[in-house]
């Protein structure tokens, strides 16, 4: 008998896919992700949909939180293609206008106060130019980050992040760096008295931590003492940011004197990469002095930032879908922890960003394993392997919103029905 997958020319070219992927890339994220699509791969996507290359059709309220748009939303496409029909890359000698009229729309979109833009492709880029403007402009060295932070995994951005795994082996990194205890309101304090502190740096819901929220009133005592003692507060909101979290930035809609804020993600549209450090001139002094201090090649090109303004237009005009969709997902997902409470544990989480922690790193694999298999996919968290994170995106209908709490319920109902057949076994 003739082996389907081989005539099939989707499934040939899927099987080249993961030949060359073995090869030439990570052969055990290659095993992961053929395991995931049951030997599928990504063909296409749009809106909450991405459609693998058997046919098949998933949800998609995962991509690690860049998809706030969804894919290939129909305004940031538009503006992209024009972008591309005009120029692409910029001289960097000349003046381009892409580039100006996203760090305005940037800026008003965080409300103002903040009025200076650095622009990246990743995360991390803009966390290195953070603690380096920081340390330049305050001529000290020291960083102070967060027990359980997550800031990336590039030398100088991975200093910040806790996680030892992805440190093993690369010690030392950035020494200057002291990591600080969530519940410990006096921390910032006491290190300043030692000395030699530049920055603060936190994320106000710690996303690859679990989705686990830093209280406000300690994050306000710090941003004060670091304040009143000349330390820049920087707030990583890559990923909260940009109305995941249900606000532009959660730590300017929490009143917290930041110098800074970090966006990431979202920012591209879910079409292009970029990032940026929104920051006010005092952060920003060593580049209003030396614009040569800290450049890339990439940084600020056209092409993603003619996105990045489409973008936080077509986020601004969600807002209100925004509401709707945060309060489906918290009745939603209270209503799992109740039918299933032995399997969830907590359920955590605002706006569009939620992780449903539950009783063991194992059975969150099986479920994620469930998900991906019945229709849904959505993220590990990088420093909790028992939480899953569900990130839906603003475009997501309701029948869309209810077809994914109903692949959580399903998969959650076969995991604790096995779980009763071994216990009775
Ligand atoms: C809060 C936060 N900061 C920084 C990063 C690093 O971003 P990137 O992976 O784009 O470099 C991430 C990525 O998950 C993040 O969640």
Same mark, same amino acid.
């Given at each position: 008998m003739t082996d389907p997958v081989l005539t099939d020319p989707g499934q040939r070219s899927a099987r080249e896919v993961f030949q060359q992927l073995r090869k030439h890339m990570q052969p055990g994220l290659a095993l992961a992700a053929r395991i995931s699509g049951g030997g599928a791969v990504e063909s296409s996507a749009n809106g909450a949909r991405i459609t693998l290359s058997d046919g098949q059709s998933l949800l998609d309220f995962g991509s690690y939180a860049v998809t706030l748009l969804g894919h290939r939303h129909a305004a940031v496409v538009a503006a992209v293609r024009d972008q591309l029909d005009r120029m692409t890359v910029s001289s960097r000698v000349l003046a381009n206008p892409a580039t100006a009229a996203a760090a305005a729309a940037l800026v008003e979109y965080l409300g103002?106060?903040? =009025?200076r833009t650095y622009f990246g492709l990743n995360g991390s880029d803009v966390v290195e130019a953070a603690v380096k403007l920081a340390r330049l402009a305050s001529n000290r060295n020291r960083v102070l980050a967060v027990v359980g932070g997550f800031h990336g995994k590039t030398m100088g951005a991975l200093a910040l992040t806790h996680n030892a795994r992805y440190k093993a082996g690369l010690m030392p990194l950035l020494p200057a760096v002291t990591h600080i205890a =969530?519940?410990? =309101?006096d921390a910032v304090a006491r290190e300043i008295a030692t000395g030699d502190v530049a920055a603060v740096v936190f994320e106000p819901i710690q996303g690859e931590n679990g989705v686990w929220p830093l209280s406000g009133d300690i994050l306000a005592k710090w941003a004060g003492d670091a304040r009143r003692n000349g330390v820049f507060v920087i707030a990583d909101?890559?990923?909260?940011?940009l109305s995941r979290?249900?606000? =532009?930035?959660l730590a300017i809609a929490a009143g917290l004197p930041v110098n800074a804020v970090l966006v990431g993600k979202a920012l591209g549209g879910g079409v292009m990469p970029v990032s940026a450090l929104v920051c006010d001139d005092e952060l920003y002094a060593p580049l209003l002095a030396d614009p040569m201090i800290h450049t890339a090649t990439f940084a600020g090109n056209p092409l993603a930032c003619a996105a990045a303004s489409a973008a936080l237009d077509a986020i601004d005009r969600l807002t209100e879908r925004g509401r709707e969709i945060a309060a489906t997902m918290a009745f939603g997902l209270a209503e799992l922890q109740r039918q299933y409470g032995d399997l969830v544990v907590d359920v955590r989480g605002q706006g569009l960003l939620w992780g449903l922690q539950l009783a063991s790193a194992k059975l969150t694999n099986e479920i994620l394993t469930t998900l991906v298999k019945t229709g849904l996919i959505v993220s590990p968290c990088m420093s909790r392997p028992e939480v899953l994170r569900l990130l839906p995106p603003l475009v997501a209908t309701d029948a869309e919103l209810a077809a994914g709490l109903e692949l959580v319920d399903a998969a959650l109902n076969q995991a604790a029905t096995s779980a009763a057949f071994i216990a009775s076994a």
């Open positions: 103002g106060a903040l =009025p =969530p519940d410990d =309101p909101e890559i990923q909260t940011g979290a249900g606000e =532009p930035a």
